[in-house]
């Protein structure tokens, strides 16, 4: 069990306090994009980064078109979808983080917005951050994307929502 | 019954002080609700303890930066979320919610959520609202805010305590047509039909019809002016 120091004020501080190396402290407090390289690396040893489940029928195809990309094809696919739907839904990319290193990809009057183009997503790290904040928290995802119960359920606790990107700019409730 | 059952009570205090959340969830163990394991993340794998809850709402420190926890519980075959905020700004996004999901219910496991809004805890707890469906119907009803942005719908099982039934008025309330509707220590408990297994054909009717009775601007995100403002701060 890992000792926590009382005196952290922060989820990065207890990264470093507990030794975490560089890219389990991406893994355990930042999201993707705050730590491509790191969690690259995860990715492509077939590890998933703070809960997300890629797609590997999409990866071998991307990786197939591209054998020399030393980008993941699951971030590429992610920073694709990601970009779309922030212009479709008039939507800011966000570079600033939340408290524990995570980076929502918009914040938009007072809320989180965080895009995830996976099979699965859970209660990660990264949600953890962003609900502690204090903030409605929205979710966009795929029309193929689980959406774990305990994440549906803090979701809608927050006061946010979870859209689902049927197709370019056509978003619907997620029925579960 | 096949589909998961989902309670949900919003309190009028703040659950970030580990004995009060402590309290909350002995009672709701003691009605027949226990927890395993508590946890910020999932897969929850920390064993329950008051230890982990202490753990979990107060390292770090909650904060004007950092106002709220939500650990996941887990126990049999329910789920608790919990959404443990210190008093913020109404609007802020805050929320003092507990919520329970029960996959694969039997009859007793109905009987036992239900007793929740038939006894005196809510009134223990300062419980304000709360409300006992399907998980679907809770989800299909489901509009983006927070209980102080709206209301969240009408459902099989509705408490609403005092501070509702006095903005919203007793009177407009008790004259809905609904299968029964009992005055607790606190509030006031409605059932929408009579039993949760055997939901009537026109339940999304009814929904409809009581919401429009009672005000559709109450179930709209900022839409009732007088909305009662939870666990939020005064300053």
């Known amino acids: 069990m890992v000792q926590t120091p009382p005196s952290c004020d922060s989820w990065s501080c207890l990264a470093n306090a507990t030794g975490l190396t560089a890219a389990g402290k991406c893994l355990w407090a930042s999201d993707v994009s705050d730590c491509a390289q790191a969690a690259g690396q995860a990715l492509m040893l077939g590890l998933s980064a703070e809960g997300d489940t890629p797609d590997p029928e999409f990866d071998a195809a991307a990786d ?3 054998p020399a990309t030393p980008v993941p094809s699951q971030l590429i696919r992610g920073q694709k979808f990601e970009k779309e739907a922030l212009a479709e839904l008039g939507l800011s990319k966000n ?29 990660s790290t990264q949600f ?23 994440l549906q359920g803090a979701i809608f606790r927050s006061g946010g929502e979870i859209l689902v990107r049927e197709a370019p700019g056509v978003y619907d409730g997620y029925q579960g | 019954m096949t589909e998961p ?6 309190f009028d205090v703040s659950l970030t002080d580990p004995a009060r959340l402590l309290a909350v969830l002995d009672d709701m163990a003691s009605a027949g609700l226990n927890l395993s394991r508590l946890d910020d993340i999932e897969p929850a794998r920390k064993v329950y303890s008051e230890a982990t ?38 609007g802020g996004g805050s929320a003092n ?26 009134a223990r707890h300062d419980a304000a609202y709360a409300c006992l469906d399907t998980w679907p119907e ?45 005055r607790r220590a606190g509030g006031l408990t409605c059932w929408l ?13 009814r929904v409809d019809q009581f919401e429009t009775d009672l005000g559709r601007e109450k179930f709209v995100k900022s839409g009732w002016e007088n909305l009662p403002q939870l666990a939020v701060s005064t300053e």
Request: overall charge negative; hydrophobic content about 40%.
């Open chain 1, 64 to 66: 197939e078109a591209s």
């Open chain 1, 95 to 123: 570079t600033n983080s939340v408290s524990g290193g995570s980076i929502p990809d918009a914040v938009e009057s007072g809320e989180i917005w965080e895009f995830k183009d996976v099979k699965y997503q859970t209660m």
């Open chain 1, 128 to 150: 953890r951050n962003y609900f502690a904040t204090g903030d409605v928290v929205n979710l966009v995802v795929n029309p193929d994307t689980v959406v774990s119960n305990p």
């Open chain 2, 5 to 10: 059952l989902f309670l949900s009570m919003a």
């Open chain 2, 53 to 90: 809850i202490t753990d979990l709402l107060t390292i770090p420190p909650v904060s004007k930066e950092l106002p709220c926890r939500n650990p996941l519980g887990r126990g049999e075959r329910s789920h608790i979320g919990i959404r443990a905020c210190i008093p913020r700004e109404p």
């Open chain 2, 97 to 122: 919610i507990v919520d329970v999901t029960m996959n694969r219910p039997m009859k007793r496991d109905m009987s036992i959520l239900a007793a929740f809004f038939e006894g005196d805890f809510f």
């Open chain 2, 138 to 182: 809770y989800a299909r009803q489901h509009v983006a805010g927070t209980i102080n942005d709206r209301l969240p719908g009408v459902f099989w099982l509705n408490w609403l305590s005092r501070r509702y039934v006095e903005e919203i008025g007793e009177d407009v309330i008790l004259s809905l047509p609904w299968f029964r509707a009992t």
């Open chain 2, 193 to 205: 039909y009579e039993d949760l297994g055997e939901v009537p054909d026109d339940r999304a009717e």
